[in-house]
Each structure stands twice: as structure tokens, then as C-alpha cells.
């Protein structure tokens, strides 16, 4: 079992930055990557980016393709999610969450299904 734990999130106004940092503890040499997901109020949580961890391959939502970057540090088992140029609709829970699933070729991987441990969520509130 892995266990996340993130931190970063806050409050910023929009065109601002924040951070997110995700680091697993545990059965470490279980995962196959990292995702962020988010879920604001009164919608389902979805997908934002997902980053393997072998290859490094990532997938962004469209949403926060050219805004958001996902990063690992295999060595300290952490994923990072930069996030630039936040806006209103960028508010919700983020969460972390471990790949425990493996993928076939050309699936799109970033989803729920395939990631088995999670963290408890950080907000993050983008408002003027």
C-alpha cells in the first residue's frame, strides 16, 4: 500500500501561481506513476495531468494544457504540479493519487480506474 501525502495548495488570485507537491511513502516500489485530480463543488472529480513513472510520459486535460506542469523526482518518490496562470474555474480539491493499475498501450490512462491510493486532498481557491 502506498501512502500520499500532499501539501501546496492555498488561495491566489487569478493569473497567479501556486505548486502542488505530492510525496508516497510506504510500498514505494508499487506504482507506476502519479496523478493530480481535482473535484470542485457539486461536480465529479476528474482528471487534470498524470505522469508515468518510468518514461515520464505525461497527459494534460485540455484545460490546463500550456498552464500546468507535471514533474516527478523518482529518487524522493514525489510528484509536483505547476500551475500557472490560475483561473476562477481552476477551484476545487486537488488530489494526489498513485498508479497502482497497469495500462494497455494507447488507453488513456488517466483516470480513476487505474490508481489505487490516494492522498486527502488540498485546496485550491482561485479568486479576486
Known amino acids: 500500500q502506498v501512502q500520499l501525502v500532499e501539501s501546496g495548495g492555498g488561495s491566489v488570485q487569478p493569473g497567479g501561481s501556486l505548486t502542488l507537491s505530492c510525496t508516497a511513502s510506504?510500498?514505494?516500489?508499487?506504482?507506476?506513476?502519479f496523478g493530480w485530480f481535482r473535484q470542485a463543488p457539486g461536480k465529479e472529480r476528474v482528471g487534470v495531468s498524470c505522469?508515468?513513472?518510468?518514461?515520464?510520459?505525461?497527459i494534460y486535460a485540455d484545460s490546463v494544457k500550456g498552464r500546468f506542469t507535471i514533474s516527478r523526482d523518482n529518487f524522493r518518490n514525489t510528484a509536483y504540479l505547476q500551475m500557472n496562470n490560475l483561473k476562477p474555474e481552476d477551484t476545487a480539491i486537488y488530489y494526489c493519487?498513485?498508479?497502482?493499475?497497469?495500462?494497455?498501450?494507447?488507453?488513456?490512462?488517466?483516470?480513476?480506474?487505474?490508481?489505487?491510493?490516494w492522498g486527502q486532498g488540498t485546496q485550491v481557491t482561485v479568486s479576486s
Open positions: 493519487a498513485a498508479m497502482t493499475r497497469k495500462a494497455a498501450a494507447g488507453t488513456d490512462w488517466c483516470e480513476s480506474f487505474f490508481f489505487g491510493s
Open positions: 510506504g510500498s514505494t516500489s508499487s506504482y507506476y506513476g
Open positions: 505522469i508515468s513513472r518510468a518514461e515520464g510520459n505525461t
